[in-house]
């Protein structure tokens, strides 16, 4: 997903919560802007900071929406 800084700040940001982040994102930048292109040739990479820190089994549970346990919502 690529947007200028400007939409980004317009449609109020990415949201602050477990999951699913991408899907309500991109929901509140639909409600902005009808200017939305899909690019198979974008390259995108995922950063393995929260497996790193969790675990897979942890990981897995926060992404199924069981929130992160006893360890805090930012991996850093």
């Not at 929901?27 to 790193?52: A, G, Q």
């Not at 549970?61 to 850093?76: E, F, I, N």
């Amino acid at each position: 997903m690529a947007l200028t800084a400007t939409l980004y700040e317009s449609c109020g940001g990415m949201p602050r919560r477990p999951s699913p982040t991408d899907r309500l994102f991109l929901n509140r930048v639909r409600r902005t802007t009808p200017s939305i292109v899909h690019n198979r040739t974008m390259v995108v990479e995922n950063s393995t900071r929260r497996l790193r820190a969790y675990g897979l089994v942890a990981t897995a549970r926060w992404y199924l929406d069981q929130g992160s346990g006893l360890r805090t919502a930012d991996p850093r």
